[in-house]
């Protein structure tokens, strides 16, 4: 029998309901120390991913027994780095570190990793090798000056001098998924001495605990326009987390809030501009260039059913429907790395909402978009947005409203579908700032009509993603696509850090108390969202009362 309870809700937040407060006074984590390099058998061979290696990229480490850390004790010497910015592969440096020779469980032997939400700050020193390397510290932390014009490391640092990302990888699994801990540009002082550098640790970033390694990452958008021969050489040296004083705060469990049934793409990671979407597995007749008349007018629509709604967030979170013509692979950022692409997307401001459509044409590796067309709608991104084209040029843009826009659309040619795969197509959201982060544009459905790839998904009767029409194609991280079901309750969320809290769940408020677990559990961006649905509560009673608990 269905059962339809009255779900109340309990959050209990704090840590000393099984400590006392002055447990909590004294506790405190010590320093961890990653890697000193007193001994060959720390290293280092490049490809290792047994103690310290190269990750991915051309870059190369060497274990020097000549050169001995200044700043460190007696004893202990360095890695040596060397890094070609010139590799075609733009990822051109992901070294690896962990404990070694026998201590290496950080990477392999620990289940739990290392809760970095316990630690302030990364700290390594770092020396440049001057008389080797081809291009100066400035180069290396900005490329740009190099090359003006180029993208300089990670495209979702603060600015381009973002010399290094120090990152942690794992989250506890042998397949890591390396997490920002910040951006690094290699100080001036260091071509005439070692400098140590610090890194704070923001307790609260998600996916820090669980770390099973450091990274250090440099990555460069277009390789291709730095000049041959352009290499850097540095050694690494004293690698450690200084730890905390005392343990961070307990988590808050907040109020629940209505999930929305459908196709939800949340904004999960910490990288405000990662893409959360799906791809359509049909790749060839999806085009509508040779197929789309005024008799037969190929349409794409979609349906909005959950959109962010907070001031600070609308005005910068994207829904988006992409298509790119003869791509070469699927991957995750369809739009920056083909030559063509189509984007349709939309954003919401203060009483309107308006669809775009935007092209780029022979443009590799950029955003390089024009607008040819918009439409408005008086309201909020909800309802059926749709692009009907009655010729390869003559396309309508159409609202909730009812409100259209039509324009003539110059490079349909470059859309042809001229080899297999013929049109690989997207359907996703993209965060853009803070406010998005953990919340989710939600479809309830998709249609694509008068093509021969033609397919119709109504999200809102689906239990799952339904993986014979769509693949997943969410941004590296926690999981941000999901089929959220119709007997979805509410979202439980707390924010992290939360090592060692676990979810306890009762009929009354007095307990007994019981551990709690659902299928759908996302490590977010800074929070733990966990959902609960009508089957989860309690058999028998009407109420359910939730709370976080640590041992």
Same mark, same amino acid.
């Given at each position: 029998?269905?059962?339809?309870?009255?779900?109340?809700f309990q959050?209990i937040?704090?840590?000393?309901?099984?400590?006392?407060?002055a447990?909590?006074?004294?506790?405190?984590?010590?320093?961890?120390?990653v890697?000193?390099?007193?001994?060959?058998?720390?290293?280092?061979?490049?490809?290792?991913?047994?103690?310290?290696?190269?990750?991915?990229?051309?870059s190369?480490?060497?274990?020097?027994?000549?050169?001995?850390?200044?700043?460190?004790?007696?004893?202990?010497?360095?890695?040596?780095v060397?890094?070609?910015?010139?590799?075609?592969?733009?990822?051109?440096?992901?070294?690896?570190? %962990?404990?070694?020779?026998?201590? $290496?469980?950080?990477?392999? @032997?620990?289940?739990? &990793? #290392?809760? /970095?939400?316990?630690? !302030?700050?990364?700290?390594?020193?770092?020396?440049?090798?001057?008389a080797?390397?081809?291009?100066?510290?400035?180069?290396?932390?900005?490329?740009?000056?190099?090359?003006?014009g180029?993208?300089n490391?990670?495209?979702?640092a603060?600015?381009?001098?973002?010399?290094?990302?120090?990152?942690v990888a794992?989250?506890?699994?042998?397949?890591?998924?390396?997490?920002?801990?910040?951006?690094?540009?290699?100080?001036?002082?260091?071509?005439?001495?070692?400098? %140590?550098?610090?890194?704070?640790? $923001?307790p609260?970033?998600s @996916?820090?605990?669980? &770390? #099973?390694? /450091?990274?250090?990452? !440099?990555?460069?958008?277009?390789?291709g326009?730095?000049?041959?021969?352009?290499?850097?050489?540095?050694?690494?040296g004293?690698?450690?987390?200084?730890?905390?004083?005392?343990?961070?705060?307990?988590?808050?469990?907040?109020?629940?809030?209505k999930?929305?049934?459908?196709?939800?793409?949340?904004?999960?990671?910490?990288?405000?501009?990662?893409r959360?979407?799906?791809g359509?597995?049909?790749?060839?007749?999806?085009s509508?260039?040779?197929?789309?008349? %005024?008799?037969?007018?190929?349409?794409?629509?979609?349906t909005i059913?959950?959109?962010?709604?907070d001031?600070?967030?609308?005005?910068?979170?994207e829904?988006?429907?992409?298509?790119?013509?003869?791509?070469?692979a699927?991957?995750?950022?369809?739009?920056?790395?083909?030559?063509?692409?189509?984007?349709?997307?939309?954003?919401?401001?203060?009483?309107?909402?308006?669809?775009?459509?935007?092209?780029?044409?022979?443009?590799?590796?950029?955003?390089?978009?024009?607008t040819?067309?918009?439409?408005?709608?008086?309201?909020?991104a909800?309802?059926?947005?749709?692009?009907t084209?009655?010729?390869?040029?003559?396309?309508?843009?159409?609202a909730?409203?009812?409100?259209t826009?039509?324009?003539v659309f110059?490079?349909?040619?470059?859309?042809?579908?001229?080899?297999?795969?013929?049109?690989?197509?997207?359907?996703g959201?993209?965060?853009?700032?803070?406010?998005s982060?953990?919340?989710?544009?939600?479809?309830?459905?998709?249609?694509?009509?008068?093509?021969?790839?033609?397919?119709t998904?109504?999200?809102?009767?689906?239990?799952?993603?339904?993986?014979?029409?769509?693949?997943n194609?969410m941004a590296?991280?926690?999981?941000?696509?999901?089929v959220?079901?119709?007997?979805?309750?509410f979202w439980?969320?707390?924010?992290?850090?939360?090592?060692?809290f676990?979810?306890?769940?009762?009929s009354?408020?007095?307990g007994p108390?019981?551990?709690?677990?659902?299928?759908?559990v996302?490590n977010?961006?800074?929070?733990?969202?966990?959902?609960?649905?009508?089957?989860?509560v309690?058999?028998?009673?009407?109420?359910?009362?939730?709370?976080?608990?640590?041992?």
């Amino acid at each position: 029998m269905k059962r339809n309870p009255a779900l109340k809700f309990q959050g209990i937040a704090t840590a000393a309901l099984l400590m006392s407060a002055a447990s909590m006074a004294i506790a405190q984590t010590t320093n961890f120390y990653v890697n000193a390099f007193a001994s060959p058998g720390t290293d280092i061979s490049s490809g290792s991913q047994t103690s310290c290696g190269v990750w991915y990229g051309s870059s190369q480490l060497f274990w020097d027994g000549n050169t001995a850390d200044t700043l460190a004790d007696p004893g202990d010497f360095s890695c040596y780095v060397a890094v070609d910015l010139n590799d075609s592969g733009g990822n051109v440096m992901e070294d690896f570190f %962990t404990p070694g020779p026998n201590d $290496n469980l950080w990477y392999n @032997g620990s289940p739990q &990793g #290392v809760q /970095l939400s316990q630690y !302030k700050a990364v700290h390594f020193d770092v020396l440049w090798d001057t008389a080797n390397s081809t291009i100066g510290i400035d180069q290396f932390n900005s490329v740009e000056t190099i090359n003006p014009g180029l993208a300089n490391s990670d495209p979702n640092a603060s600015g381009v001098g973002s010399g290094l990302d120090v990152q942690v990888a794992g989250l506890g699994t042998t397949s890591p998924e390396p997490v920002t801990l910040g951006y690094l540009d290699i100080p001036d002082a260091a071509s005439n001495g070692w400098v %140590t550098v610090t890194i704070p640790i $923001n307790p609260s970033a998600s @996916g820090i605990d669980g &770390g #099973v390694g /450091l990274m250090l990452k !440099k990555w460069i958008s277009t390789p291709g326009d730095i000049p041959a021969n352009s290499a850097a050489y540095f050694w690494i040296g004293n690698m450690w987390f200084e730890g905390s004083a005392a343990p961070p705060p307990p988590p808050t469990l907040q109020l629940p809030a209505k999930p929305t049934a459908g196709l939800n793409v949340l904004a999960s990671t910490p990288g405000l501009y990662d893409r959360q979407q799906v791809g359509l597995v049909a790749s060839n007749g999806v085009s509508w260039v040779g197929h789309a008349t %005024t008799a037969n007018p190929v349409t794409y629509s979609f349906t909005i059913d959950g959109f962010p709604q907070d001031p600070a967030t609308r005005y910068a979170c994207e829904a988006y429907l992409i298509m790119s013509p003869n791509p070469t692979a699927y991957d995750l950022a369809l739009d920056y790395n083909e030559a063509n692409a189509i984007i349709v997307s939309l954003q919401q401001g203060a009483g309107t909402t308006m669809m775009s459509f935007q092209d780029k044409i022979n443009s590799p590796g950029s955003e390089a978009f024009s607008t040819i067309g918009t439409v408005t709608n008086n309201g909020t991104a909800l309802g059926t947005w749709s692009v009907t084209f009655t010729s390869d040029t003559d396309v309508t843009m159409t609202a909730p409203n009812g409100s259209t826009s039509s324009f003539v659309f110059t490079n349909a040619s470059s859309f042809a579908e001229t080899v297999s795969p013929g049109m690989y197509l997207y359907l996703g959201m993209q965060g853009n700032n803070a406010a998005s982060l953990n919340d989710a544009v939600c479809y309830s459905q998709f249609s694509l009509t008068g093509v021969a790839a033609a397919v119709t998904d109504n999200f809102a009767a689906d239990t799952t993603l339904n993986t014979n029409t769509w693949y997943n194609f969410m941004a590296t991280g926690p999981a941000g696509v999901f089929v959220s079901p119709t007997n979805a309750a509410f979202w439980l969320k707390w924010n992290t850090p939360a090592s060692g809290f676990h979810l306890q769940e009762s009929s009354g408020i007095q307990g007994p108390w019981s551990a709690f677990s659902s299928d759908l559990v996302i490590n977010g961006a800074g929070a733990i969202l966990q959902l609960v649905t009508t089957n989860d509560v309690p058999a028998g009673t009407p109420d359910a009362f939730f709370q976080l608990i640590k041992p």
